[in-house]
């Protein structure tokens, strides 16, 4: 998929990125917990695909950051090295995201102001201060958060896949 609105990023530069959001994650699938403690963030989890709607909403609470550029990257070592700059738009954030969906991937602000973890699986991870999360989620926190608990809950969940959505609800639990 095309988009002039990307950049692709230099190997070094990658190796930058993911540096700089080492210390804010544990491997590819978690929030350092340490970490956030030293921050006045939160985290919530979501159904782990970008939505359309989603998509919109954090384009919108990009709009207040001081940073107007966006990172988007995979995460696994595993893996050919891809990641992308854009300025932070729906359009931009979809395609990074319909690009990067196969892998293990974050997306960020490039000040690190909020972070979008993708791991492979059932479940994606935003965290942020509560105005932006709030904008991005297009809802409260504690309804954001009570969806994510409907998800996993779901009878349709095998019991493994139900286990691992309630753990990390109750790992990222406002």
Same mark, same amino acid.
């Given at each position: %998929?095309?988009?002039?609105?990307?950049?692709?990023? !230099?190997?070094? &530069?990658?190796?930058?990125?993911?540096?700089?959001?080492?210390? %804010?994650?544990?491997?590819?699938?978690?929030?350092?917990?340490? @970490?956030?403690?030293?921050?006045? @963030?939160?985290?919530?989890?979501?159904?782990?695909? %970008?939505?359309?709607? &989603? $998509?919109?909403?954090?384009?919108? $609470?990009?709009?207040?950051?001081?940073?107007?550029?966006?990172?988007?990257? !995979?995460?696994?070592?595993?893996?050919?090295?891809?990641?992308?700059?854009?300025?932070?738009?729906?359009?931009?954030?979809?395609?990074?995201?319909?690009?990067?969906?196969?892998?293990?991937?974050?997306?960020?602000?490039?000040?690190?102001?909020?972070?979008?973890?993708?791991?492979?699986?059932?479940?994606?991870?935003?965290?942020?201060?509560?105005?932006?999360?709030?904008? $991005?989620?297009?809802?409260?926190?504690?309804? =954001?958060?009570?969806?994510?608990?409907?998800?996993?809950?779901?009878? =349709? @969940?095998?019991?493994?896949?139900?286990?691992?959505?309630? =753990?990390?609800?109750?790992?990222?639990?406002?």
């Amino acid at each position: %998929m095309e988009n002039k609105s990307l950049t692709r990023i !230099t190997p070094d &530069d990658l190796q930058a990125f993911r540096i700089g959001i080492s210390s %804010m994650t544990v491997g590819s699938s978690r929030f350092n917990p340490i @970490w956030l403690k030293s921050k006045d @963030w939160e985290v919530i989890p979501f159904e782990s695909r %970008m939505t359309e709607r &989603d $998509a919109v909403n954090i384009a919108k $609470a990009c709009i207040g950051l001081p940073s107007k550029i966006c990172v988007g990257l !995979t995460i696994e070592d595993s893996i050919d090295n891809e990641g992308y700059q854009f300025a932070p738009t729906a359009e931009a954030l979809r395609t990074v995201s319909f690009e990067l969906g196969p892998y293990n991937y974050a997306l960020f602000a490039d000040d690190y102001s909020f972070l979008y973890l993708r791991p492979f699986g059932l479940y994606s991870l935003l965290g942020g201060e509560k105005p932006f999360l709030e904008t $991005a989620l297009g809802t409260s926190i504690e309804d =954001a958060f009570q969806d994510f608990l409907r998800f996993a809950e779901d009878a =349709a @969940w095998d019991v493994g896949d139900r286990q691992q959505l309630l =753990a990390v609800a109750d790992t990222y639990r406002p």
